[in-house]
């Protein structure tokens, strides 16, 4: 199986920054697209970011030119660099991994289990 390990969430204040990090591990042959979305309060879950394997990205435009996706492919990490942060983008922010495992014909989404992200002054 493949388990996904996300850290780096906590409290901070608006304008201030943060950096998410997930690490996926286990019986893992290749690992595809890796992203991250976000539930806040009363709230849907919804897309946040996602890296592909050539380091390609894509955005939600709400995070665009504040939120930075990146990912070590060597150890299966990506990382979410958050600056700029506003009380909006409070929620659970929640990192995924689109992986082949070994022996597997097939390849799935596997999720982390969250991590709070809090902006409040």
């Known amino acids: 199986q493949v388990q996904l390990v996300e850290s780096g969430g906590g409290l901070v204040q608006p304008g201030g920054s943060l950096r998410l990090s997930c690490a996926a591990s286990?019986?893992?042959?290749?690992?595809?697209?890796m992203g991250w979305y976000r539930q806040g309060p009363g709230k849907q879950r919804e897309f946040v970011a996602r890296?592909?394997?050539?380091?390609?990205?894509t955005r939600a435009d709400s995070v665009k030119g504040r939120f930075t996706i990146s990912r070590d492919n060597a150890n299966n990490t990506v990382y979410l660099q958050m600056n700029t942060l506003k009380p909006e983008d409070t929620a659970i922010y929640y990192c995924?991994?689109?992986?082949?495992?070994?022996?597997?014909?097939?390849?799935?989404?596997?999720w982390g289990q969250g991590t709070q992200v809090t902006v409040s002054s």
């Open positions: 995924y991994a689109d992986v082949s495992t070994l022996g597997a014909v097939s390849r799935r989404d596997y």
């Open positions: 286990g019986s893992i042959a290749s690992v595809y697209v």
């Open positions: 890296i592909y394997g050539d380091r390609s990205t």
